[in-house]
């Protein structure tokens, strides 16, 4: 039986463990039901490292904003590394929460590449990093002017610095088409299925393989 305190007393409670149950029940459902699901890394492109990225303003924890972020070998391949989190500061704007997630996704882009290299796989020489808003990746790229941004914590000018030594380089992507945009928030059925086919990289199979599987 669960335990809150409230003013300072003991309360007992059975709601927050059925909920937790039920939750548990569908997470172990979902595994069970996936546990086959292949995993496509790359195809036959050659490797050309991605990173795409996404931020949903203030749906977190005390306001705080949440990133997702995927890593591919190429852009139509399977994700090597994915992740959703909560950012450490609340963000202000969209502009300012996608920009912390830039840092992360460029953080990430440089880890998977000092992995290739240090087992001695060859990559495109630049990384290829994208998001869904424009003025963000016009202020990386030193092409615009944002006010109010001297709040910003330093390391945030990391990815004007990553970009202007030619490391990483930063482009647009269509919201419809970011990849990342569902580690950031819930979606239907067929959303979903369509998420799962991309960072799966289940299109390379040549085949529907939810469709296979529910002709099962």
């Given at each position: ?64 904003s949440i990133t997702g972020l ?147």
């Amino acid at each position: 039986m669960a335990i809150k305190h409230q003013n300072g007393h003991r309360v007992y409670s059975t709601i927050f463990i059925v909920h937790h149950m039920n939750m548990l029940h569908y997470v172990i459902d979902y595994l069970n039901q996936t546990k086959d699901m292949p995993l496509v890394l790359g195809g036959e492109e050659d490797i050309d490292i991605t990173v795409i990225h996404d931020c949903s303003l203030g749906t977190g924890p005390k306001s705080r904003s949440i990133t997702g972020l995927c890593g591919k070998l190429s852009k139509n391949a399977g994700a090597v590394t994915a992740k959703s989190f909560a950012q450490q500061t609340t963000a202000l704007s969209s502009f300012e929460g996608e920009l912390e997630g830039t840092t992360h996704s460029f953080k990430k882009g440089n880890m998977i590449s000092n992995i290739l290299d240090d087992i001695g796989v060859e990559r495109a020489s630049t990384i290829k990093a994208y998001n869904d808003n424009l003025p963000m990746i016009e202020f990386v790229k030193g092409n615009g002017i944002i006010k109010g941004v001297r709040h910003m914590e330093r390391r945030m000018w990391y990815t004007r610095e990553q970009f202007e030594k030619g490391n990483i380089e930063l482009m647009h992507i269509g919201t419809k088409e970011n990849t990342s945009d569902k580690l950031t928030k819930l979606g239907s059925i067929l959303e979903h299925q369509i998420f799962t086919t991309d960072i799966m990289g289940l299109h390379l199979l040549g085949y529907n393989y939810f469709e296979k599987v529910f002709q099962k």
